[in-house]
T-cell receptor
Framework: NAGVTQTPKFQVLKTGQSMTLQCAQD?????MSWYRQDPGMGLRLIHYSVGAGITDQGEVPNGYNVSRSTTEDFPLRLLSAAPSQTSVYFC?????????????FGPGTRLTVL | AQSVTQLDSHVSVSEGTPVLLRCNYSSSYSPSLFWYVQHPNKGLQLLLK??????LVKGINGFEAEFKKSETSFHLTKPSAHMSDAAEYFC?????????????FGTGTRLAVRP
């Protein structure tokens, strides 16, 4: 998985519950990002970070929070889960230092919100 | 704004026959383009990328893609399909001049390979 680990692999939540999706990299790359993948929509950027202490919103940030206290970790928080957040979530490292950089993706977390 | 269109949501080929997955993009004059593959229940793996060097890009597993600026296309090809090529393929564009280096994904093409 190109040095990106995600936990858990699967999760079921009830509406209104909160949880944190974990993402860690072992390559010390400055840039990390979170995507969600929904059928027929490709991947959409939720939040990204260009270094420790720096985060920014992507295309679909509502309902999600992130923080980047260390270079290695980039957790994604759902404060109050909604059924619309049922999706597969991918964390990635790399990219954006320059447009020629490659993003490497973790194995994904499959989240279901009931 | 940058965008990418994958012209086929599903492609089915017989094993041993050529593969063509089509991708058109909208961007400024110097985008970076990528193809990623996703096998069932797996993460995304980079197949190849174009970054303004040679217009014909060779990737892993026998895949290649040709950047055609005049046609704004970046189609993915393979001379002979293998059963293990069955997966979903994503065309991705990155254009720092219009979107600050963010990646924009196509909606994906699911490739089926018949025995």
């Amino acid at each position: 998985n190109a040095g990106v680990t995600q936990t858990p692999k699967f999760q079921v939540l009830k509406t209104g519950q909160s949880m944190t999706l974990q993402c860690a990299q072992d390559m010390n790359h400055e840039y990390m990002s979170w995507y969600r993948q929904d059928p027929g929509m490709g991947l959409r950027l939720i939040h990204y970070s260009v270094g420790a202490g720096i985060t920014d919103q992507g295309e679909v940030p509502n309902g999600y929070n992130v923080s980047r206290s260390t270079t290695e970790d980039f957790p994604l928080r759902l404060l109050s889960a909604a059924p619309s957040q049922t999706s597969v979530y991918f964390c990635a490292r790399g990219g954006i230092v320059s447009s020629t950089d490659t993003q490497y993706f973790g194995p994904g977390t499959r989240l279901t919100v009931l | 704004a940058q965008s990418v269109t994958q012209l086929d949501s599903h492609v089915s080929v017989s094993e041993g026959t050529p593969v063509l997955l089509r991708c058109n993009y909208s961007s400024s004059y110097s985008p970076s383009l990528f193809w990623y593959v996703q096998h069932p229940n797996k993460g995304l793996q980079l197949l190849l990328k174009y970054t303004s060097a040679a217009t014909l890009v060779k990737g892993i597993n026998g895949f290649e893609a040709e950047f055609k600026k005049s046609e704004t296309s970046f189609h993915l090809t393979k001379p002979s399909a293998h059963m293990s090529d069955a997966a979903e393929y994503f065309c991705v564009v990155s254009d720092p001049e219009s979107s600050g280096d963010k990646l924009t994904f196509g909606t994906g093409t699911r490739l089926a390979v018949r025995p």
